[in-house]
T-cell receptor, first 111, second 114 residues
């Protein structure tokens, strides 16, 4: 069963704007990860945040985690055309080993 | 180069004809996993392996088999493929659930069963 659910399903923004997408999950987690997928290609790991962390940064990416609300957000600042992709959150439950994905958010950055 | 290699990239087969999709990683990772991706459903886990000779079912294991005889290889076997197994398949590997680095994915295998 899918653990994470992303919101929105699709997002269209202008180059230079910020893009924010959210992920909600159902059970307690060990960590939460964000991945990017370009049109039918393999997934690329972006960032991992542990259950005892609240915020993490990597370049233009900022991830927050609120374990009380079982939710996470991914912010991409100053978006570029190359950021056009699908973004997935994935969770590792605290009592299991499986990495489970949500259905993803499709981001389109318009030039 | 550190990578996960899947073969073949594309495969068209007929119902009932056994096939194997190979997956190999060169990073000495303990954890390996197979996913299928279907439109609107995201990635669903088929099987995963925590180490050699240790495999477990994911969320959609029916119709699939795996084996982990060596650390680097994790083949996916479809004994009798059916059209509902037409999908995009990904293999992934990682250092395990305590990793700080996430998982590395292969480029995918697009399977069509007619």
């Amino acid at each position: 069963s899918q653990q994470g659910e992303e919101d929105p399903q699709a997002l269209s923004i202008q180059e230079g704007e910020n893009a924010t997408m959210n992920c909600s999950y159902k059970t307690s987690i060990n960590n939460l990860q964000w991945y990017r997928q370009n049109s039918g290609r393999g997934l690329v790991h972006l960032i991992l945040i542990r259950s005892n962390e609240r915020e993490k940064h990597s370049g233009r990416l900022r991830v927050t985690l609120d374990t009380s609300k079982k939710s996470s957000s991914l912010l991409i600042t100053a978006s570029r055309a190359a950021d056009t992709a699908s973004y997935f959150c994935a969770t590792v439950p605290s009592n299991d080993y499986k990495l489970s994905f949500g259905a993803g958010t499709t981001v389109t950055v318009r030039a | 180069e550190a990578q996960v290699t899947q073969n073949p990239r594309y495969l068209i087969t007929v119902t009932g004809k056994k096939l194997t999709v190979t997956c190999s990683q060169n990073m000495n990772h303990e954890y390996m996993s197979w996913y299928r991706q279907d439109p609107g459903l995201g990635l669903r886990q088929i099987y995963y392996s925590m180490n050699v000779e240790v495999t477990d079912k994911g969320d959609v294991p029916e119709g699939y088999k795996v084996s982990r005889k060596e650390k680097r290889n994790f083949p996916l076997i479809l004994e009798s493929p059916s059209p509902n197994q037409t999908s995009l398949y990904f293999c992934a590997s990682g250092t395990g659930v305590m990793t700080n680095y996430g998982y590395t994915f292969g480029s995918g295998t697009r399977l069509t069963v007619v």
